[in-house]
């Protein structure tokens, strides 16, 4: 490996990136206009402790699920 030859590579890289930077930090790109995302939000059919409440059986069901897993897969 050319040590010399390294260095002169990355002298030359890093000038011309220096010079590039003043065109980039002073360039200005017209981006194309984007369409604004129109989505419709549902009303919740229940209340929010209704909702809070079935999202914590849910869960409880899923522990429940991985720890029968667990404890299955430690037996066999």
């Not at 890093?14 to 930077?21: D, H, K, T």
């Not at 200005?28 to 939000?41: C, G, N, S, Y």
């Amino acid at each position: 490996m050319d040590l010399g030859k390294a260095k002169r590579q990355a002298f030359y890289r890093g000038f011309w990136s220096g010079l590039a930077a003043p065109v980039d930090l002073f360039s200005q790109v017209d981006l194309p206009e984007a369409r604004a995302a129109r989505t419709r939000v549902k009303s919740p059919l229940l209340g929010a402790a209704e909702a809070l409440r079935s999202d914590w059986v849910k869960i409880g069901k899923d522990m429940d699920n991985a720890i029968k897993t667990y404890d299955r897969s430690i037996r066999n």
